[in-house]
C-alpha cells in the first residue's frame, strides 16, 4: 500500500463516520489491542481480506492519535499472527501521517482448504470469526460446519434415504433418466437399468437394501418431503416494504405457500404462484412494444434453480426450507448455505467460474428432462447467474444484489427500472457524444445510489476485463466519475460537486418525517440505497445537525431520527 492510499482510506473514513467491511481502525492509545485476534480471523475468513489501522482514533472522526512504541507494535502484531491457525501472513508496515507513526496490516484472506482460521488461544470452537459490516462476528458451528466441508466436494446428496425404496422414485423419469444415459455413454450403454442408476448415484446400497439417493429423491422422486419435509419452498408476499409491517387491511400477508415434490414440481409451482402476483408491464424497444412480467421469466426461473440446487443438504441444514419472500419494492430468494467453493460474489456471473456443492444431484438435472417437457431443468452450467442478469438488463431493471451470509446465500431484485423517466432525462442531460450503451448503463447505476468497481461493472455488462477497465477510464477522462481507491479498493462514484452527483439527503429527511425512527437498514431498504451510500448521507446530516442517533453507532438496532428542536 502507498502512502497515498492510506491516506485516500483515511479520508473515505472520515466521510463515511464508521469503519466498513474493509477496514477496521483502532486508537491504540494504551496497548497493544487486547482482542485484536478477532478481526485477524474475521478478515481471513472474508472474501478478499481487510486492513487493520493502529493509531486512529474512530471516536474522534478518525483522528491520527498514532502509536506510542512502533517497534513493539510491529513485533506484538506479527506475533499475534503466528498465533492463528493457519497463521496468517499480512503484510504490517509503519507510516507517517500527520507527524504521527500508524500501523497498518494488509490481511489476505485464507485459502479455501484452509478455512476457517482462527486464533488457537481460543480453539476453533471460540476463536473464528467472520466479517459482517463494520464489525466481527464469531461463526457458529453450523458455519464453521460449512467451511470445513468446502474443504473438498461434499457427498451429502450422495447419502442414502434410508426410509425410502425404488418404488418412491417416479417410474416413467427414471425410464427416460435410464434412456438418456445409456445413449450418451459407450460403457453404460449395455447395462442394465439398475446398474445404470447405481453408476450415476440415483440409488445406493444401505443395510443389504437397494435405496434412492438424497439426489435420487429430490430429483426424481414421487413425495421427497415423506423423508424430508423441509426440504421444500416456502413462498410469502407481504402487503408492505418491511416483514411484520401490516396492510391497509391489517393483513400480515397476501399469500402464505409451501411448495413441496421434486425439484421440477417445486419449480412450476413457484413460477405458477409467483406470475399470479406480478403485474405486467410494457416495454418499448424502438418500434416495438412488448408486454413483459413485472420479474422476467428468465431471471426468476434461474433464481429458483440455483437456490434449489445449490442449497446446502447436510443434515444441519435440513430442517430449513429455500425461502421467496415477495415485498412491494423487491423479491429475495433465499437459500441455506453460502456460496460453494472457489465462487465468490465478484466472480458470479462472470464465464468460466462455477462450483457445485452438489454435483451428483446438479449431474442428474442436467440429464432428466423436466416432467411434460423435453428440456432438462439445469441447462445453463456455469452461466446461470449471467443469464439472469442479463434478463433483468433487457427488461431495463437495476441489477440483482448477492449477500452470501455463509449459512446462507440471499438474491435480491429490486422492482426498480434502471433506465426509468428520470433516469434517462438525467442522462440527456450528459453533453458527451459517443457514450456506450455499457456506460449509460454503469453511469445509470451510480445514479441509483448503487456502489460500483471493474467487477461489478462486468457482471452488468458482460464485458471482459480489459474493455471494462478502457470504459471506466473514459468515463473518469470525462469527469463524468471518478475513482476512490486503487487496486482492489478501486471503487467509483459520480464528481462532486457536479449536476450528475444526486444530493440524497431530502430523501431520507422526507422518509425520517414519514416513518418516524428508523435504522440504517431500515433506510437503505426503503430507498434502495447501498449501505455504503447510506452511511455517507446519515453521516453528513448528522454532521449538519438534522437528524439524531438513537443508540450506540455499531449496533444494528440503532436507530435514526429528525432531530428536535
Same mark, same amino acid.
Given at each position: 500500500?502507498?502512502? !497515498?492510499?492510506?491516506?485516500?482510506?483515511?479520508?473515505?473514513?472520515?466521510?463515511?463516520?464508521?469503519?466498513?467491511?474493509?477496514?477496521?481502525?483502532?486508537?491504540?492509545?494504551?496497548?497493544?489491542?487486547?482482542?485484536?485476534?478477532?478481526?485477524?480471523?474475521?478478515?481471513?475468513?472474508?472474501?478478499? %481480506?481487510?486492513?487493520?489501522?493502529?493509531?486512529?482514533?474512530?471516536?474522534?472522526?478518525?483522528?491520527?492519535?498514532?502509536?506510542?512504541?512502533?517497534?513493539?507494535?510491529?513485533?506484538?502484531?506479527?506475533?499475534?499472527?503466528?498465533?492463528?491457525?493457519?497463521?496468517?501472513?499480512?503484510?504490517?508496515?509503519?507510516?507517517?501521517?500527520?507527524?504521527?507513526?500508524?500501523?497498518?496490516?494488509?490481511?489476505?484472506?485464507?485459502?479455501?482448504?484452509?478455512?476457517?482460521?482462527?486464533?488457537?488461544?481460543? %480453539?476453533?470452537?471460540?476463536?473464528?470469526?467472520?466479517?459482517?459490516?463494520?464489525?466481527?462476528?464469531?461463526?457458529?458451528?453450523?458455519?464453521?460446519?460449512?467451511?470445513?466441508?468446502?474443504?473438498?466436494?461434499?457427498?451429502?446428496?450422495?447419502?442414502?434415504?434410508?426410509?425410502?425404496?425404488?418404488?418412491?422414485?417416479?417410474?416413467?423419469?427414471?425410464?427416460?433418466?435410464?434412456?438418456?444415459?445409456?445413449?450418451?455413454?459407450?460403457?453404460?450403454?449395455?447395462?442394465?437399468?439398475?446398474?445404470?442408476?447405481?453408476?450415476?448415484?440415483?440409488?445406493?446400497?444401505?443395510?443389504?437394501?437397494?435405496?434412492?439417493?438424497?439426489?435420487?429423491?429430490?430429483?426424481?422422486?414421487?413425495?421427497?418431503?415423506?423423508?424430508?419435509?423441509?426440504?421444500?419452498?416456502?413462498?410469502?408476499?407481504?402487503?408492505?416494504?418491511?416483514?411484520?409491517?401490516?396492510?391497509?387491511?391489517?393483513?400480515?400477508?397476501?399469500?402464505?405457500?409451501?411448495?413441496? %415434490?421434486?425439484?421440477?414440481?417445486?419449480?412450476?409451482?413457484?413460477?405458477?404462484?409467483?406470475?399470479?402476483?406480478?403485474?405486467?408491464?410494457?416495454?418499448?424497444?424502438?418500434?416495438?412494444?412488448?408486454?413483459?412480467?413485472?420479474?422476467?421469466?428468465?431471471?426468476?426461473?434461474?433464481?429458483?434453480?440455483?437456490?434449489?440446487?445449490?442449497?446446502?443438504?447436510?443434515?444441519?441444514?435440513?430442517?430449513?426450507?429455500?425461502?421467496?419472500?415477495?415485498?412491494?419494492?423487491?423479491?429475495?430468494?433465499?437459500?441455506?448455505?453460502?456460496?460453494? !467453493?472457489?465462487?465468490?460474489?465478484?466472480?458470479?456471473?462472470?464465464?468460466?467460474?462455477?462450483?457445485?456443492?452438489?454435483?451428483?444431484?446438479?449431474?442428474?438435472?442436467?440429464?432428466?428432462?423436466?416432467? !411434460?417437457?423435453?428440456?432438462?431443468?439445469?441447462?445453463?452450467?456455469?452461466?446461470?447467474?449471467?443469464?439472469?442478469?442479463?434478463?433483468?438488463?433487457?427488461?431495463?431493471?437495476?441489477?440483482?444484489?448477492?449477500?452470501?451470509?455463509?449459512?446462507?446465500?440471499?438474491?435480491?431484485?429490486?422492482?426498480?427500472?434502471?433506465?426509468?423517466?428520470?433516469?434517462?432525462?438525467?442522462?440527456?442531460?450528459?453533453?458527451?457524444?459517443?457514450?456506450?450503451?455499457?456506460?449509460?448503463?454503469?453511469?445509470?447505476?451510480?445514479?441509483?445510489?448503487?456502489?460500483?468497481?471493474?467487477?461489478?461493472?462486468?457482471?452488468?455488462?458482460?464485458?471482459?476485463?480489459?474493455?471494462?477497465?478502457?470504459?471506466?477510464?473514459?468515463?473518469?477522462?470525462?469527469?463524468?466519475?471518478?475513482?476512490?481507491?486503487?487496486?482492489?479498493?478501486?471503487?467509483?462514484?459520480?464528481?462532486?460537486?457536479?449536476?450528475?452527483?444526486?444530493?440524497?439527503?431530502?430523501?431520507?429527511?422526507?422518509?425520517?418525517?414519514?416513518? %418516524?425512527?428508523?435504522?440504517?437498514?431500515?433506510?437503505?431498504?426503503?430507498?434502495?440505497?447501498?449501505?455504503?451510500?447510506?452511511?455517507?448521507?446519515?453521516?453528513?446530516?448528522?454532521?449538519? !445537525?438534522?437528524?439524531?442517533?438513537?443508540?450506540?453507532?455499531?449496533?444494528?438496532?440503532?436507530?435514526?431520527?429528525?432531530?428536535?428542536?
Amino acid at each position: 500500500m502507498t502512502e !497515498g492510499e492510506l491516506k485516500e482510506i483515511v479520508s473515505a473514513l472520515r466521510d463515511i463516520g464508521t469503519d466498513h467491511a474493509d477496514v477496521e481502525a483502532k486508537a491504540c492509545k494504551v496497548g497493544f489491542p487486547k482482542r485484536l485476534w478477532e478481526t485477524l480471523s474475521a478478515f481471513a475468513n472474508t472474501a478478499n %481480506g481487510g486492513i487493520i489501522i493502529l493509531g486512529l482514533d474512530e471516536e474522534d472522526n478518525f483522528s491520527i492519535c498514532g502509536v506510542k512504541e512502533p517497534r513493539k507494535v510491529l513485533q506484538d502484531f506479527a506475533s499475534l499472527c503466528d498465533q492463528m491457525e493457519p497463521p496468517i501472513r499480512a503484510q504490517i508496515h509503519p507510516y507517517k501521517l500527520e507527524g504521527k507513526t500508524v500501523i497498518v496490516a494488509e490481511i489476505p484472506e485464507v485459502e479455501r482448504d484452509y478455512k476457517p482460521c482462527y486464533y488457537k488461544g481460543s %480453539g476453533q470452537t471460540n476463536g473464528a470469526f467472520i466479517r459482517v459490516s463494520d464489525g466481527d462476528r464469531r461463526l457458529t458451528s453450523y458455519e464453521i460446519q460449512l467451511f470445513m466441508a468446502s474443504r473438498g466436494q461434499p457427498r451429502n446428496d450422495e447419502e442414502p434415504v434410508e426410509e425410502a425404496a425404488i418404488n418412491d422414485l417416479d417410474k416413467a423419469l427414471v425410464k427416460q433418466l435410464v434412456a438418456i444415459v445409456k445413449r450418451k455413454s459407450r460403457n453404460l450403454a449395455s447395462s442394465t437399468d439398475l446398474k445404470v442408476l447405481r453408476a450415476i448415484h440415483v440409488v445406493t446400497d444401505y443395510k443389504k437394501r437397494t435405496v434412492p439417493t438424497i439426489a435420487g429423491i429430490l430429483a426424481l422422486g414421487k413425495d421427497p418431503q415423506q423423508f424430508f419435509p423441509a426440504l421444500s419452498l416456502h413462498f410469502v408476499v407481504y402487503p408492505e416494504k418491511q416483514v411484520g409491517v401490516p396492510g391497509p387491511q391489517g393483513e400480515r400477508f397476501l399469500d402464505n405457500r409451501k411448495f413441496e %415434490g421434486s425439484i421440477a414440481s417445486i419449480l412450476d409451482q413457484a413460477l405458477a404462484a409467483l406470475s399470479q402476483h406480478m403485474i405486467r408491464k410494457t416495454l418499448v424497444r424502438g418500434a416495438d412494444r412488448e408486454d413483459v412480467w413485472q420479474y422476467p421469466e428468465t431471471a426468476l426461473r434461474e433464481v429458483i434453480v440455483n437456490a434449489l440446487v445449490h442449497r446446502d443438504l447436510s443434515s444441519a441444514a435440513r430442517g430449513t426450507p429455500v425461502q421467496i419472500h415477495m415485498f412491494p419494492d423487491r423479491l429475495t430468494v433465499r437459500n441455506p448455505g453460502g456460496l460453494f !467453493g472457489p465462487v465468490t460474489i465478484e466472480s458470479l456471473g462472470v464465464s468460466g467460474t462455477s462450483a457445485a456443492r452438489n454435483a451428483t444431484l446438479m449431474r442428474l438435472l442436467e440429464e432428466a428432462p423436466a416432467p !411434460g417437457g423435453a428440456a432438462p431443468i439445469c441447462e445453463n452450467r456455469g452461466s446461470g447467474i449471467g443469464a439472469m442478469i442479463s434478463a433483468l438488463t433487457r427488461a431495463g431493471m437495476e441489477p440483482p444484489a448477492f449477500d452470501d451470509k455463509i449459512a446462507s446465500f440471499t438474491v435480491t431484485f429490486p422492482n426498480a427500472s434502471l433506465l426509468n423517466d428520470e433516469t434517462l432525462s438525467w442522462l440527456e442531460q450528459i453533453r458527451i457524444k459517443n457514450l456506450t450503451d455499457t456506460q449509460r448503463m454503469g453511469l445509470a447505476l451510480l445514479h441509483h445510489g448503487n456502489a460500483l468497481d471493474n467487477s461489478k461493472y462486468r457482471q452488468i455488462t458482460g464485458l471482459d476485463s480489459r474493455v471494462a477497465t478502457r470504459e471506466l477510464g473514459e468515463l473518469v477522462k470525462y469527469k463524468l466519475i471518478e475513482q476512490i481507491g486503487t487496486r482492489r479498493w478501486a471503487t467509483y462514484r459520480l464528481t462532486s460537486g457536479s449536476s450528475q452527483r444526486r444530493d440524497r439527503r431530502s430523501e431520507i429527511i422526507l422518509t425520517l418525517k414519514r416513518r %418516524g425512527e428508523l435504522s440504517r437498514s431500515d433506510i437503505a431498504r426503503e430507498l434502495n440505497f447501498t449501505d455504503m451510500v447510506t452511511r455517507h448521507w446519515l453521516s453528513k446530516l448528522r454532521k449538519e !445537525g438534522q437528524i439524531e442517533l438513537l443508540g450506540p453507532a455499531r449496533s444494528p438496532s440503532a436507530r435514526y431520527r429528525i432531530k428536535k428542536k
